[in-house]
């Protein structure tokens, strides 16, 4: 995956987020992702 992909995934990701109020599992899912990488 290039880096386009991942910050439109992670744009995306945000956006549907906003709309959620438990929003830290997902984000630290992802966060945990970008780290592992």
């Known amino acids: ?3 386009s ?3 439109f995934y992670h744009f ?3 956006i549907r ?3 959620n109020l438990c ?3 997902p984000l630290n ?3 945990s ?3 592992k990488n």
Do not use: E, Q
């Open 23 to 25: 929003n830290f599992v």
């Open 29 to 31: 899912l992802y966060n």
């Open 12 to 14: 995306i990701t945000l």
């Open 5 to 7: 992909g991942l910050f």
């Open 1 to 3: 995956m290039d880096l």
């Open 33 to 35: 992702f970008l780290i």
């Open 17 to 19: 987020l906003r709309k």
